[in-house]
């Protein structure tokens, strides 16, 4: 199933817990504080590869999370770091979070890391010093970055053959490479574009037909809109004609049609380079509705072939090879690959009815990585609070001794130079 569009929520790993250990060994005088720090949590990585066309399988397992790191130990034993979690996906994916294009990941072997690991906990053998001895803290680790993405793709293909419904372009790709898509006799539309790779003499190339193109396609008639975007990375069109078949418009009325689409849809397809083929020039009268059709095009190549018996095929291959060799590559698509700077405040205090909520990247990560059940680690992290200001701010906002404090996920009690976990 072709799937060009699908939702992941990826989690990096989270990182391993310090270990609170000291040395003990007999016959050795002397021991000590000898906690290892713990592993850093896997990243989650997105890579292309040529091997994919479809989003189609993450959209059945849309949840990823890295592999978390291992807790310290004893005898300053470092945990093991997470593996990294590689998710594969199709060469032309452009990455969103939100609104922002993170990445367009055109080329094989593109890579993206999406979501960080947490960093691991230090073990109390880092909190030695010559002043504390024998420390009795150690940090917790810190968890992996959680986001929520949208992928979109789009087909990455040197030759996008286009058409409206009928006018042969599946019958066209059969012949031109070695994909089998789906071909009948009876008017329809293919649902899902189709690759295929064509060789002519010492040159390769991709092609791909483009379905669903209707009047009123860019306006979402159809399946027109779901598909137009595929166009936007070819380098060449074939458009497609059908002259054999007679209907309630003429060949150039058709024609017309689908470059208004491409107009309206983005002025860049409608600048792309084309090749106007006409088709079925083996049925009856088609030669007739081909000298017509030419009429309205004096200074354009046609191209006439029939994509059933294989006549005109190897023009239509040399002419293409020859606009390849001229066209210029796809332009590349914007993204947010710059550095941003974003200065925060380390924290930030709201009122909300009668708590008090300390919001702030900093402060959250230092209650993260905090272990409550060590009185050391409490008291460092109310030095740490008083040094940034955040009981200075919280009194500037009213709270008073016996006021609830909220940060992140726990909830204390206000009581100056003191913490008190509710």
């Not at 000291?22 to 000590?32: L, N, Q, S, T």
């Not at 059945?60 to 594969?88: D, M, W």
């Not at 968890?143 to 409206?164: I, P, S, Y």
């Not at 066209?327 to 941003?340: F, H, I, K, N, Q």
Request: with cysteine; hydrophobic share 35%.
């Amino acid at each position: 199933m072709f799937v060009d569009r699908a939702q992941i929520f990826v989690s990096g790993g989270n990182g391993g817990n310090g270990c609170l250990s000291f040395r003990r060994e007999k016959y050795v005088e002397k021991g000590g504080p000898d906690g290892g720090n713990g592993g850093r949590g896997g990243d989650v990585v997105l890579v292309t590869s040529t091997h994919l066309t479809t989003l189609y399988d993450l959209t059945y397992r849309p949840h990823f999370k890295a592999e978390n790191g291992v807790n310290g130990q004893g005898a300053n034993k470092t945990g093991r770091s997470g593996e990294n979690l590689i998710i594969q996906i199709p060469c032309g994916t452009l990455v969103y979070h939100g609104e922002h294009l993170l990445k367009d990941m055109k080329m094989p072997g593109d890579q993206l890391t999406v979501s960080r690991g947490g960093k691991g906990g230090r073990g109390n053998a880092s909190f030695k010093s010559s002043v504390n001895t024998a420390p009795r803290i150690a940090e917790k680790g810190e968890a992996g970055e959680t986001l929520t993405l949208n992928l979109e793709l789009k087909l990455l293909a040197d030759v996008g053959v286009m058409g409206m419904p009928n006018a042969g372009k599946s019958t066209l790709l059969s012949r031109l490479t070695a994909a089998r898509p789906k071909i009948a006799d009876y008017p329809f539309t293919t649902l899902t574009p189709n690759l295929g790779v064509a060789r002519y003499k010492d040159r390769t190339f991709v092609v791909a037909d483009i379905p669903g193109l209707v009047e009123g396609a860019h306006a979402g008639k159809g399946l027109g809109d779901e598909f137009l975007r595929h166009i936007e990375r070819t380098r060449v069109l074939v458009h497609l004609v059908d002259v054999g078949t007679v209907d309630s418009k003429t060949a150039y009325q058709n024609y017309q049609i689908l470059n208004k689409e491409l107009s309206a849809y983005s002025s860049r397809l409608s600048k792309k380079t084309q090749i106007v083929a006409a088709n079925k020039m083996d049925l009856t009268d088609s030669a007739k509705t081909l000298k017509a059709f030419q009429k309205y095009l004096k200074k354009v190549v046609v191209v006439p072939l029939s994509a059933v018996t294989g006549a005109g095929l190897d023009p239509l291959m040399a002419h293409i090879v020859r606009k390849l060799d001229r066209a210029l590559p796809p332009e590349p698509t914007d993204s947010d690959e710059t550095v941003r700077i974003v200065l925060e405040p380390d924290f930030v205090v709201r009122q909300e009815g009668d708590v008090f909520r300390v919001s702030g990247k900093k402060v959250e990560r230092w209650i993260q990585i905090t272990n409550f059940d060590q009185d050391e680690a409490i008291a460092r992290l109310q030095k740490i609070f008083k040094k940034i200001g955040v009981e200075k701010e919280l009194e500037s906002h009213g709270a008073q001794p016996g006021s609830r404090v909220q940060i992140g996920n726990y909830e204390f009690t206000y009581r100056p130079d003191d913490i008190v976990r509710s």
